[in-house]
């Protein structure tokens, strides 16, 4: 009785030897140094400049962590330097593991500075939510009377101050640059306009950097000009999410609109809003939230709506526009995977543009676009300017003939125009 007792044991033994080989191994022996968990808001950079201390080292990240889950399916597969999800494990390798990255892996921050796209890696994020991007989402979110807070006063400009001033916008600290013109303001305080940069690789942008002359152009004319950075630049608080898939960096111009309206110089009936290129995009969908912004200003702006986006983000010539990221991209896949594509659903494509709101813009706007911008067609800008027409708003357009996304050849032209626009409807305004 006894030996027949002990063969299932005996068995069972057995098993579990020839099964011990398939178990995961240890870290340690899939040659980690340590292991980190995606949190909201890393990317491949931010990770490999906390744990290697250099941030362009996230191609060994990659690396180990598949070399890693090779032998251990606790660690992530990193089919892709540009994809990256909250939860997953990642190998980081020791001082000594120099793995080469893969010729095909795309850099997590690489982004062309003057395209509009939301490049600079895939920030691991909350899960994706479209009705978010609707305009009446906007509506009903509350921007708060709040005032500005001067964190650093810098070097004055030719007739004005300049500071980097900091508010709230949905609980985080948002910065910006601020110019204020000296000597004594009008009776009503200074007019304003705020100030919508195009895009930038949040990792490389600088408050005090790039579009200096713009910001000059107005401030020197008697404006208050205030530039947000917006969350996840520079110093601000938050992720750096993109602008075409999540509401934050319009909620955080919103936030700041309301915040220079509470400002002591400034005249809270005088605000205008300028915008280039991913900042033509927010001053667009802002002016249809908020109706005290007199007049816009875009320059190459991403106006089209969202079927647009999707379909004719190419260039006059009908070549395709300049490569970007894969996660310029995902907002694009994301859209589609939950709401179909636009024919199948016109009515919630309708709902996230702005263009089906020109009813309800809350003044005249101008329009720059030149006609060789290989980063957003300069069509988007002839269309809202009939669809403005249409609506029987304000509209005007100033193409330049073979110049770039930027209007280089016609800047000093195109910033005459602009001036004179605000000088009109914001400065001059009854």
């Known amino acids: 009785m006894h030996t027949h007792r002990s063969m299932p044991i005996l068995l069972l033994t057995a098993l579990l030897v020839s099964l011990w080989p398939l178990a995961p191994v240890t870290a340690q022996t899939a040659n980690c140094a340590q292991t980190v968990t995606v949190q909201a808001g890393d990317t491949l950079s931010t990770i490999a400049g906390r744990t290697l201390g250099d941030a362009s080292a996230y191609a060994r990240i990659v690396a180990a962590t598949n070399a890693a889950a090779a032998v251990d399916t606790t660690f992530a597969v990193i089919e892709s330097a540009d994809r990256l999800r909250i939860g997953w494990k990642l190998c980081i390798p020791g001082a000594q593991q120099n793995a080469a990255p893969a010729a095909s892996t795309p850099s997590a921050t690489e982004a062309p500075a003057s395209t509009s796209e939301d490049g600079g890696g895939l920030v691991a994020t909350d899960p994706f939510d479209g009705e978010a991007l ?51 303001a009008p009776a009503t305080g200074w007019p304003v306009i705020i100030f919508n940069h195009g895009y930038i690789p949040p990792s490389v942008y600088r408050p005090t950097e790039r579009y200096v002359a713009y910001v000059d152009g107005f401030a020197r004319n008697g404006y208050i000009v205030f530039r947000p950075d917006y969350r996840g630049h520079a110093f601000s608080e938050g992720e750096a999410r993109g602008a075409y898939g999540y509401p934050d960096y319009t909620i955080d111009v919103l936030n700041a609109t309301a915040a220079l309206k ?21 001053t667009l969908r802002a002016m249809v939230t908020d109706p005290d912004i007199k007049a816009g200003v875009i320059w190459a702006g991403v106006v089209a709506n969202y079927p647009d986006l999707l379909t004719k983000w190419r260039r006059s010539n009908n070549t395709p526009a300049p490569a970007v990221t ?7 896949t994301l859209l589609q995977e939950q709401y179909g594509a636009p024919e199948d659903n016109p009515a919630f494509y309708a709902s996230i543009s702005a263009n089906s709101y020109l009813a309800d813009l809350s003044g005249p706007l101008q329009l720059h676009h030149g006609t060789a911008d290989t980063s957003v067609p300069y069509e988007f800008s002839t269309t809202l300017r009939d669809q403005l027409l249409a609506a029987g708003q304000v509209g005007e357009l100033y193409t330049y003939a073979g110049d770039d996304h930027n209007i280089s050849q016609g800047f000093s032209e195109a910033m005459a125009r602009s001036l004179a626009f605000f000088d009109q409807h914001v400065k001059n305004a009854e």
């Open 262 to 282: 509470n400002h002591p110089a400034a005249d809270a009936n005088r605000i205008g809003m300028w915008g280039h290129s991913m900042g033509g995009y927010i």
């Open 326 to 332: 894969a996660q310029a991209r995902r907002w694009r």
């Open 134 to 184: 609707t305009i009446d989402y906007l509506r009903q979110q509350n921007y708060p009377d709040q005032q500005l807070v001067i964190e650093e006063t810098l070097a004055p400009g030719v007739n004005y101050n300049r500071y980097i001033a900091s508010y709230r916008s949905e609980g985080l600290r948002i910065n910006g640059l601020l110019t204020v013109p000296q000597g004594e």
